[in-house]
C-alpha cells in the first residue's frame, strides 16, 4: 500500500537549536501536511501546503512541498521545550477532503 | 465551540471479547474518520463517512470491526472478538464539507490482553 517514509524517528536537541524532518513517498501526493501530538492529545494540524514547490511559514515552523510531489520537509527554528511532541506528515493523494497518509511520526524532545 | 471527543479514554478487555469505541464529531461537521495507531507505527486510515454513509471504509483490517453513524451524528466503532493486534490508539477526526483540515479527538487507547 502507500506508504511515507518519515525520518528521523527521533530526535533529542538542545533548546534553541533548529530541527529538520522530512518525508518521501514514491507515491504523488496532492496535498502534504505536518501535524504535531502533545502526549495524550490527538494530532493538531500546523502546516498544510497544496502546491507543488508550495513554501509555507507559520511562526518559527517552515514546511515546503517538493517539487516532484513525492517528498516535504518541516523546520523548526530556535527550538524551545514546549516543541516536545510527536510530529507526523500526512499526504492526500486524490483529493484534499479525503483520507490522510501518515508517516510513523518523529518523536522530538528538547533539552532546556 | 466543543472539539472533537472520544469515549472512553481507555480500554483494557480480553482477547475474545466485544468492546465499543464512540466519537462526538465538531457540531456541523458532516465528515469523520476513524484513524488507528498500533505501538510505534504510522497512523492508518481506517474509514470515513460522509454524514450516515461510508465514503471510503477501505482501511477497515476485517469483519471484526463494524462502523456505524447513525443519524449522522456521533459515530461507534465496535471490535467483535478483540485480537490482540488490535491494540493501539483510535484516533476519530471530522471535517466541515468546504474545508479542507481534519480536526482530532484525543483518541481511545485500547489494550487488548
Known amino acids: 500500500g502507500q506508504q511515507l517514509n518519515q525520518s528521523p524517528q527521533s530526535m533529542f536537541i538542545q533548546e534553541g537549536e533548529d530541527v529538520s524532518m522530512n518525508c518521501t513517498s514514491s507515491?504523488?501526493?496532492?496535498?502534504w501536511l505536518w501535524y504535531k501530538q502533545d502526549p495524550g492529545e490527538g494530532p493538531v494540524l500546523l502546516i498544510a501546503l497544496y502546491k507543488a514547490g508550495e513554501l509555507t511559514s507559520n511562526g518559527r515552523l517552515t514546511a515546503q512541498f517538493g517539487i516532484t510531489r513525492k517528498d516535504s520537509f518541516l523546520n523548526i527554528s530556535a527550538s524551545i521545550p514546549s516543541d516536545v511532541g510527536i510530529y507526523f506528515c500526512?499526504?492526500?493523494?486524490?483529493?484534499?477532503?479525503?483520507?490522510?497518509?501518515f508517516g510513523q511520526g518523529t518523536t522530538l524532545q528538547v533539552k532546556p | 465551540e466543543a472539539g472533537v471527543t472520544q469515549f472512553p479514554s481507555h480500554s483494557v478487555i480480553e482477547k475474545g471479547q466485544t468492546v465499543t469505541l464512540r466519537c462526538d464529531p465538531i457540531s456541523g461537521h458532516d465528515n469523520l474518520y476513524w484513524y488507528r495507531r498500533v505501538m510505534g507505527k504510522e497512523i492508518k486510515f481506517l474509514l470515513h463517512?460522509?454524514?450516515?454513509?461510508?465514503?471510503?471504509e477501505s482501511g477497515m483490517p476485517n469483519n471484526r470491526f463494524l462502523a456505524e453513524r447513525t443519524g449522522g451524528t456521533y459515530s461507534t466503532l465496535k471490535v467483535q472478538p478483540a485480537e490482540l493486534e488490535d491494540s493501539g490508539v483510535y484516533f476519530c477526526?471530522?471535517?466541515?464539507?468546504?474545508?479542507?483540515?481534519?480536526?482530532f479527538g484525543p483518541g481511545t487507547r485500547l489494550t487488548v490482553t
Open positions: 500526512a499526504g492526500q493523494r486524490t483529493s484534499n477532503t479525503g483520507k490522510l497518509i
Open positions: 477526526a471530522s471535517r466541515s464539507t468546504g474545508l479542507y483540515e481534519q480536526y
Open positions: 463517512f460522509v454524514k450516515e454513509s461510508k465514503q471510503d
Open positions: 507515491s504523488i501526493f496532492n496535498t
